[in-house]
Each structure stands twice: as C-alpha cells, then as structure tokens.
C-alpha cells in the first residue's frame, strides 16, 4: 500500500475496529499500498499498513515496550509556514544494543498505521545494525498510531497531512537528534517498506545534506489515478501457482456481480457469504464496495505471500497462494461461485470474524468519523486522504487482464469527493504535483537502493530495474511485499537471502563514501 489502502510493510497497521465490525475491506494502497479499500483483514496483528491494521496480543505489547520504551520529540505542526509556531508530539523508538562509537545511524520511518515496537527487536535491518554498529531510531509517522498533530481528523485539520510534512518530520528529527546525542558527523540511513520505502527514497532525494544513503524496500515512487496493473499482477501471481485459478476466480466474480443484479438472490448471497444483515444493493457503490471486500481476500495473500510477518503478531500468514488456489480448484466444494464463498469462510474463520458487514454506507459513515477514537482512526481515514490528495494508486478492475469484476477507477474517485470533498480533476492535479515533486520512475539522486518482489502487486509502481550505479534495483523472484525486510528463516528463497545479502554489501560500500 500504498488504495492504497493498503501500501503497506511494517506499518500498515489497519483498523482493527473494523475487522471486529466485520468489514474486510478499507485497503487502499498501503503499505503499501493496495487500493481505497485498503484497511484490510489482512494486517490485523501488526503495525500498519495499507491494507490492513494490526494489533498485538496484549502480552506482545507489555513484553515489547518493556524493552523498548515509547519517546516522545517536539515536532513543528507546519514546517512551511514560519509563522505558524504550534508543535506536537511525535512518537519514536530507540534500540542502542548494536551502536559502537562512531557507528552509522539507521533510521526507520513509519507509515500509514502505528509504528511497531516489534520492529525494534527483529528485522533486516537490525542484522546490518549488528554487523555496522548502528543506532537504530523509529519515528512514527504523524497523524497515525499515536502521534496526533490535531485535535481530530477532520477534513480541514488533515491539511496537516502530506508526504512533503511527513519528509520534514524526519529531516527535523535527524537534525535535532544528531545535534542533541552528539551524532552530526555520523552517516545516516534511511530504511522504509511500501510507502515508507518511498519516503526512504524521497527523503534522500530532497535531504542528500542529512542522510547519506537509504533502502527503499517495496516503494511505489510512480503516483497514479488508476492502477489497474495492480490486479493485472494479481492475476500473473495467482496463475504461477495455477493457470486455472486466476480464471476461475474471474468466472466466480463474474457470477457474483450478476447476482447483485437480481434482488431475488440477496438472501442466498447473504447466507453465503456470512453478512452481518441482509445485502440491500441500492446504488452501484453497495456493488463495487461488496465485490472490492471479497477480492481482497485474493488480493492481499497475493501481497503479503509467505512474507515472514510472525514475529510482528501477524496472523493468517498460513493462508498462502497456494492455499486459495486449492479451494478454487476443489471442485467436491461446487461451482467456482461456491468455492469463492469458501474462501471469505475460510478468511473470516482465520481471523474470528463472525460476519461480513457488506454496506457501503456503513463504510462512508466509519470513514467520515473525524474523532480520534472512530473506528476509521487506526489509518484508515487519513490513509485515504493521502490517496484522494497526493498518490492515487486506486487498484480498480478498468483492465481485461485481470481476475475480478466491478469496482472500477469511479468507483474508487467518488470515495475522496464522499469522505473529503476532493474532486475528481483535484485529485488529478494532486498526483501529476506529486510526480512532478519526486520524479516518479525517473528519481535523480544517489545511494538509493530499491529492492522489490516480482510477486508483489506494488511493483508495478516501482523501480525494478537499474537506474544508475548509485541507483541500483534489486529485483527478487517469487518474493511479496517488502519481503527482504523481514527476519531471514531457513525456508527462504536462494534468491531472497541473495538480495539481503547484496543490499548489505552496498551498504558497507557506501558508508566508505
């Protein structure tokens, strides 16, 4: 997710609220990034993200801040206006257990969710801190998690929120903290997953003065209105595991959307699919938003595939590619139509979902909550915000190369005019400016390093192949989202450990410059 709903690696941490509302969608592009229905089932243990939030056992949670205490930085609420001088707190993470004197400083940046403690303790970019003798710092992305700049979110407020801000957040930190730790002359790297990995990217880009070098792991760079390659790599991924299951898939959401077209069959689909109330379709949003919910049953197992999110409190990492492509293929279970219906069971039984709320009008009530204790808060509000204001990144069903049917590019536009007030030509203007602010595809800077995962929807977005020598891509084979982020286990790909291992070595390299 980075609708980007979804964008979305360590910080996608999506409504939790949600889930337990009963609604499985709210991805947008998240991290990192998945569409405006990001805030998905997904994530539902970790940090954030774009396509789902998620939330550690309480133990998990006493056990890590036991251990990594939660600090607290006083941050300029707008960095371009020198006359506004009100200020915030900012939520950040310290782990000093590998810095030696003289040691680089790794920089983690925080995404669309809470910022994740577990990340303190495990990761990629912990083993380079051992091997380097980094300080390693956490800063949590304004307005998510528990760094609330404003009062509420309304709309009016979450002007506030913006990649530029976010990008100055960090600059200020970096200066702020190396001037009060003693740290100036030390080199710092950026790290970042999804649309963190893009802030990596943009920040060594607009700040080459304050960080030496970043990782931009899984980051869409490119903003766009529509992207629809987003499900095209769906359908490509689904298929490596099974020709037939991508076009079963289509043949199941082909059968569905008719269904929605005949009132007569709203109380089969109801007891289908397990909804919290009898499907009422009054409008084509009530149809896009129920068929955008159920393919994101497919859509996020296609982006997270076999990550190893464990060790973040994820769960549902069982639930694999393979694991959907067997019950579509399974035909003792009947149609294809009937086999997607399993799917959602099987989804909502993993994560103890007892019905699917399928209204979109319930979902525009949750989204326009602008109370910090609303059950959009956890991301899912400000996230698409982003989106309608800055990236795009609406994964919609406009192509004939992929496997759904019926949540088009509309469908996806309306939702920034129903929530914010964004017009479909604003929203335009917004991501050409973003574009034309950090160069899409074509960034210009040095000692970037982009790694990504030919399995991950987000790719499409990325830079996958080399742009210079200082702008090197690592492209992985058969991995998902932000894959080369997480801890190495012994059933990792050959390729996998290649990139971590290659990623390391430019490091080292480029901490000699």
Known sequence: ??????????????????????????????????????????????????????????????????????????QRLDHFNGADRRVWKQRYFVNEAYYTPGGPVFLMIGGEGPANPAWMKAGTWLTYAQKLGALCLMLEHRFYGESHPTADLSTNNLRYLSSRQALADLAHFRSVTAERRGLADRKWVAFGGSYPGSLAAWLRL?????????????APVHAAVNFPEYLEVVWRSLASENADCPVLVRKASGTLAELLKDPKSYDNVTKDFNLCSK?????????????????????????????????????????????????????????????YAAVARLVMDTFSIKCLNASYEGYRRDMTDASWSGPAAGGGRQWVYQTCTEFGFYQSTDSPNQPFTGFPLVYHVKQCGDFYNVSAEQLAEAVAQTNELYG??????????????????????????????????????????????????????????????HIFLLLQSWLKQ
């Open 1 to 74: 997710m980075i609708t980007p709903h979804k964008v979305t690696c360590p910080w996608l941490s999506f409504l939790a609220s949600v889930l337990a509302h009963g609604s499985m969608s709210s991805r947008r592009a998240g991290g990192l990034l998945r569409g405006v229905t990001l805030l998905l089932w997904f994530s539902v243990a970790v940090g954030a993200e774009f396509k789902g939030f998620r939330r550690f056992s309480e133990a998990q949670e006493v056990e890590r801040r036991s251990v990594f205490e939660e600090q607290w930085f006083t």
């Open 440 to 501: 899409g595809y074509d960034i210009r800077s040095t000692r970037i390093v982009l790694p990504n995962g030919s399995i991950d929807p987000w790719h499409a977005l990325g830079v996958t192949r080399d742009i210079s020598p200082d702008l090197p891509a690592v492209f992985i084979q058969g991995t998902a989202h932000c894959a080369n982020m997480y801890p190495a286990r012994g059933e990792d790909l050959p390729q996998l450990a290649l990139a971590r291992d």
């Open 279 to 339: 499907l009422k379709i009054q409008t084509e949003m009530d149809s896009a938003y129920f068929l955008e919910t159920l393919a994101g049953n497919f859509m996020d197992v296609v982006q997270y595939n076999e990550d190893n999110r464990e060790f973040e409190g994820a769960r549902g990492t069982n639930i694999t590619i393979k694991v959907l492509c067997g019950v579509m293929a399974d035909t003792s279970l009947g149609d294809p139509y009937a086999r």
């Open 206 to 218: 607009k700040y080459p003065h304050l960080v030496h070098a970043s990782v931009a792991t899984s």
